[in-house]
């Protein structure tokens, strides 16, 4: 399932962007796509309503673009169409005619947007927008493939609280650590920035003794060399002995140099 790998994951509804046209946006929701055998499609989906009912459905499909029975109340037949690998269509028709087109879109951000087209009796044509955002962790949801069909369950409230509590738990922690490696890779950055300019510095001609603490001046030499200087660029007369001026530096207790405005 190669073309299909991107949408391979286990996906958490962002409430706030959803547009809906036709019924209530949930409040919370999940949105898993899997592939049990490398040839079809598994979808599962649960949510919950500002009520705090649960629903939950899944349904199987080949990715082939052939129209394939399907068990359900409001559809006989499904189809599905992976573009790309960014772009995946699934078609619910009913006695050959379509009933609900979902679109699957892996936007530049890596969100998942889901786009629902169907009819409704009452209000005509719809269309539902979901976005979604990648888990990293994948929910044990139950295995069992039937239609398209959606049921709530008591069983499933008390599973999405649980699973909710803990991914907000989860995120919550990977969060700090992702926050704490940047903060160890800038540190990183800085040590390393430090090392070259020290290095630099070593390699320069020294007349001095120089005194940590203290501030000096690093200048390119005419002939490609660099010397270090108490003279600062504004202390020289037009110009200046050097061909150019490098930066304003400070040694460090650990004897490794800073650059300083």
């Known amino acids: ?49 500002i009520e705090d009912e649960a629903f939950h459905a899944e349904y199987e499909v080949v990715p082939d673009g052939l129209e394939h029975p399907l068990n359900g109340e409001d ?39 889901v786009i629902q087209k169907g009819k409704d ?31 709530a369950t008591k ?13 907000e738990q989860t995120e919550m922690q990977l969060l700090q650590i992702r926050q704490q490696i940047e903060l160890l890779a800038r540190q990183a950055q800085e040590i390393r920035k430090r090392k070259e300019l020290s290095l630099m510095i070593y390699d320069a001609k020294l007349s001095f003794k120089p005194v940590i603490g203290q501030v000096y001046h690093l200048y390119e030499k005419k002939d490609g060399t660099h010397t270090l200087s108490m003279v600062a660029p504004s202390e020289w007369g037009a110009g200046g002995p050097f061909r150019q001026f490098i930066a304003s530096v400070k040694l460090l207790a650990d004897h490794t140099w800073v650059e300083v405005e």
């Open 1 to 49: 399932m190669t073309k299909a790998y991107n949408f391979l994951a286990s996906w958490q509804l962002f409430p706030e962007k959803c547009r809906f046209e036709h019924g209530v946006a949930p409040k919370s929701g999940n949105y898993r796509i899997e592939s049990p055998d490398d040839i079809k499609l598994r979808i599962i989906m649960s949510w919950v309503t």
């Open 75 to 113: 559809a006989d037949q499904i189809s599905a169409t992976v573009t790309g690998s960014h772009y995946l269509l699934v078609r619910l028709l009913k006695a050959g005619n379509p009933v609900l087109e979902i679109e699957h879109n892996i936007l530049p951000n890596g969100y998942m947007q």
């Open 121 to 151: 009796s009452k209000e005509g044509s719809f269309t539902n927008t979901e976005i979604y955002h990648k888990q990293l962790s994948v929910l044990p949801y139950a295995a069992s493939v039937g239609g398209v069909a959606i049921r």
């Open 155 to 167: 069983e499933g409230m008390i599973r999405h609280s649980a699973l909710t509590a803990m991914e």
